[in-house]
């Protein structure tokens, strides 16, 4: 890219107090990096109000300083103080560094005005982005008379650089107005893009930066687990624990990063969401334990759709029908090796009632081809010690970015191994992508067969060919339109989609033409028809009710409107309507989130399918109550309830969090599952201590 701006560190060797004041006189020798321009709502134009940053660094830290002016101060808006929260609902600033300056991935460190910290690391732009990455750095902010400032210390050895005496990052400093849904950026950003933080193709240049080191990145991170438990499905009685294990990390070279974990607990780990299944098909449960969130993406390898093939997918480790399955130990060696990038994993879990132990091991390799194309491999193995019991899968895929990444294509081809489903153990994808603002298309293929099994992954539908496109238009309402003091964006849609089985048989056919409108302060709504058609060859049970095997056409329609989720109140609302196999289906979707003040957050959502049979009617609800409240930016605490009819269920999870110090916790976790119609009642109370040891 031509044009790109750039930025010179300045060395200190004096000291800079982090305290949100920038008033050390260093700062006035460091260099400006100013002149924000306007991603939306006026693409191109400068930003509103205008924005200062400044770097400066010494042996240890990366430093700097942003003065964010505004005129409304008054107005500024932030509604959560929590870590990692908060994202587009309110003001904000962030740094984002390629340090190996490849283009394609980083880390992205962001703040709101009243210092709540928000990191994330991200992979080919931010395709892939680990949102559980947390690292040691420092921020203090301050609101000012005339806006807001905030004043970073990024240790060195909290980032992956190499190590040549001179250094040259990529770097990208971006702000978002939430009152004026205004988001801006130091280079210039195309709209087009969704996560356009993450675009580290179209950041500038950080020059000046010399003799610093990544340091050793040893860390040590023990922890203590005491536990109450009785799991009545399970047929326990009340029992206690206390156990203990640990997790070391250690920078094996500048780009590649050993993990190693020692009787590894997931305590802290938040209770799955219920879903309401009305369909023949598994549903996704994504992963929310924080070991194996971490690098995800050097691990990702995904067929073309949304979660319909996953060749790995972490929940199939130490889970077992959502239940744990104790993990002895493993490692795990992620990073980058020249032009290669590497995700190297060995789990071996313990025997737990009837599951036997098991071993799993991946290996994923990619390498840069073509500027910001890639291509890959990977091999996956579970392998416990009976006889024949074992389950191999191997892939490989390439991905092109083209036409300043307007373009897009991928393809993919993977086998299983399986004792006793040996033959048509095949996945074959391909897709292609264009997106150019105004015009968005998507198509791909899909062909999963019959014995296709990657029992450390996830297929929603084997034994099928997919074949999916989408058409759509973005029209944006420029400065001068006579609807751009309401309207941001209009999108016109339409989506279509044919599954077939063995024999060329259709089993499913799709077409979905959807309207939809973003309005100036960030509110939607939308309007779909869906026409579809669904061939059932085996009857399954939906409730209490048996579906038969026949030809289904269904016709349905749906209304959904969203309101600004910056504001203090904000609510969705969705309507859908129409057949249900040989019945008819009303769904009503409700979502209110009340933020009173940046330290309390409620939220409901309410879902009811009300189903109507010729064997009878049903009505299934859904309810659901989350609570956040943060005492500070270190101490907060989640509540989460939620009851299911169907499975006459209710799930609570309780969750306390104090960050005593930089990536050390004290973690309170309750969580209780009440099953009625099975009189059960599973009940955990647990606390885990963990003490980052950091060299």
């Known amino acids: 890219m031509e044009d790109r701006k750039a930025v010179v560190a300045i060395f200190t060797d004096a000291k800079i107090t982090i305290?949100?004041?920038?008033?050390?006189?260093?700062w006035q020798t460091a260099q400006i990096a100013t002149d924000f321009i306007q991603r939306a709502p006026a693409e191109g134009q400068p930003a509103s109000h205008p924005s200062v940053v400044r770097v400066l660094y010494d042996n240890e830290y990366l430093y700097v300083g942003a003065y964010l002016y505004d005129s409304r101060p008054d107005l500024i808006v932030v509604h959560d103080i929590t870590r990692d929260s908060g994202a587009g609902r309110q003001d904000s600033f962030g740094v984002v560094l390629d340090t190996f300056r490849d283009r394609r991935n980083g880390y992205n460190f962001s703040v709101s005005p009243l210092g709540s910290k928000r990191d994330l690391q991200f992979f080919n732009e931010g395709a892939d982005a680990n949102r559980n990455w947390n690292a040691v750095w420092h921020i203090e902010t301050r609101i000012q008379e005339d806006g807001w400032t905030a004043e970073y210390a990024i240790p060195f050895k909290s980032l992956r650089f190499s190590r040549d005496e001179e250094q040259v990052w990529g770097v990208q400093f971006y702000r978002s107005i939430r009152r004026l849904n205004e988001s801006t950026s130091w280079m210039p950003i195309p709209s087009r893009?969704?996560?356009?933080?993450?675009?580290?193709?179209y950041a500038g240049d950080l020059h000046g930066v010399r003799d610093v080191?990544?340091?050793?990145?040893?860390?040590?991170?023990?922890?203590?687990?005491g536990g109450v438990n009785h799991f009545a499905?399970?047929?326990?009685?009340?029992?206690?624990?206390?156990d203990g294990g640990v997790d070391v990390k250690y920078g094996l070279t500048s780009g590649l990063t050993l993990d190693l974990t020692v009787n590894t607990d997931f305590s802290q780990a938040e209770a799955d969401t219920q879903q309401v299944n009305l369909t023949r098909f598994p549903l996704f449960f994504p992963e929310k334990r924080d070991f194996f969130l971490e690098n995800t993406g050097n691990f990702r390898f995904e067929a073309a759709g949304n979660n319909q093939a996953l060749l790995f997918h972490s929940r199939r480790i130490g889970l077992a029908g959502g239940l744990p399955v104790p993990i002895l130990g493993g490692a795990r060696m992620t990073g980058r090796a020249g032009p290669y990038y590497l995700g190297l994993m060995n789990i071996q879990t313990r025997s737990n009632r009837d599951i036997p132990a098991n071993n799993f091991s991946v290996?994923?390799?990619?390498?840069?081809?073509?500027?910001?194309?890639?291509?890959?491999?990977?091999?996956?193995?579970r392998q416990s010690r009976l006889p024949e019991d074992h389950n191999r899968s191997f892939g490989a895929d390439v991905n092109f970015l083209l036409f300043d990444q307007r373009l897009s294509a991928s393809a993919m081809l993977a086998r299983t191994r399986?004792?006793?489903?040996?033959?048509r153990d095949w996945l074959k994808s391909a897709e292609t992508r264009w997106d150019d603002g105004l015009i968005r298309f998507s198509g791909y293929f899909l062909e999963m067969q019959t014995n296709f099994n990657p029992e450390v992954g996830f297929v929603r539908r084997p034994g099928r060919k997919i074949i999916h496109n989408e058409f759509g238009l973005r029209f944006f309402q420029g400065r001068d339109s006579n609807l751009s003091r309401?309207?941001?964006e209009i999108?016109?849609?339409?989506?279509?989609?044919?599954?077939?089985?063995?024999g060329s048989i259709t089993e499913t056919k799709l077409l979905r033409p959807q309207f939809r409108v973003e309005f100036q302060d960030g509110s939607t709504f939308q309007l779909q028809y869906i026409q579809n058609f669904e061939r059932v060859s085996d009857p399954f049970d939906i409730s209490d009710f048996t579906i038969t095997s026949g030809d289904y056409h269904f016709n349905e329609y749906s209304v959904q409107y969203s309101s600004n989720n910056g504001a203090s109140l904000a609510a969705n609302i969705g309507y859908r309507s129409g057949d249900f196999y040989n019945g008819a289906k009303q769904t009503l979707d409700l979502g209110v989130t009340f933020r009173p003040n940046f330290r309390l957050t409620t939220s409901m959502s309410y879902e009811l399918n009300d189903i109507e049979l010729p064997q009878g009617s049903l009505a299934l609800h859904l309810i659901g109550l989350n609570m956040k409240y943060a005492f500070n930016s270190k101490t907060f605490v989640n509540a989460f309830l939620q009851y299911n009819n169907d499975t006459n269920r209710i799930s609570s999870n309780i969750r306390f969090r104090l960050i005593h110090r930089p990536l050390s916790d004290l973690f309170v976790v309750y969580n209780e599952v009440r099953d009625q119609a099975r009189d059960l009642n599973d009940r955990e109370l647990a606390l885990k201590y963990t003490y980052l040891l950091d060299f």
Do not use: W
Request: glycine share 10%.
């Open 418 to 423: 399986t004792p006793g489903r040996e033959g």
């Open 193 to 201: 893009y969704r996560n356009y933080s993450q675009r580290i193709s």
């Open 19 to 26: 305290d949100g004041e920038l008033n050390e006189p260093a």
């Open 233 to 242: 499905s399970r047929g326990e009685e009340t029992s206690g624990d206390l």
């Open 491 to 502: 999108s016109p849609h339409l989506v279509s989609e044919q599954i077939i089985l063995p």
């Open 363 to 381: 290996a994923r390799v990619r390498r840069n081809i073509l500027g910001n194309s890639d291509i890959g491999v990977i091999f996956l193995n």
């Open 213 to 225: 080191r990544p340091g050793k990145n040893l860390k040590v991170k023990p922890y203590i687990f």
């Open 486 to 488: 309401y309207i941001r």
